[in-house]
């Protein structure tokens, strides 16, 4: 497993977040969604995920909430980052 990071420039706050919503609760099989954070403007999101890959994540995160959001995926740092949930 590995923790990847989507970050997003989201251009529909409301829509985004209620696609993430929906998306919690269909959650691949052995995936866990570690944080979920906006910036206080909406504008843009931080999601972190557990799962076996980038495309993965990737596929998942877009066909909940792509339409309201660019978005980008990285593998993290897990090694070096500090308070990130285990």
Do not use: C, Q
Request: charged share 25%.
């Amino acid at each position: 497993m590995m923790h990847v990071m989507a970050v997003s420039t989201v251009s529909d706050a409301d829509k985004f977040w209620d696609g993430l919503k929906k998306a919690h609760a269909k959650l691949p099989k052995g995936a866990k969604w570690k944080v979920a954070i906006a910036s206080k403007d909406g504008a843009k999101a931080v999601n972190v995920i557990t799962h076996d890959s980038v495309e993965a994540v990737r596929d998942f995160v877009e066909a909940h909430a792509g339409t309201y959001a660019t978005t980008e995926y990285f593998e993290a740092d897990a090694a070096n980052a500090v308070g990130l949930p285990r």
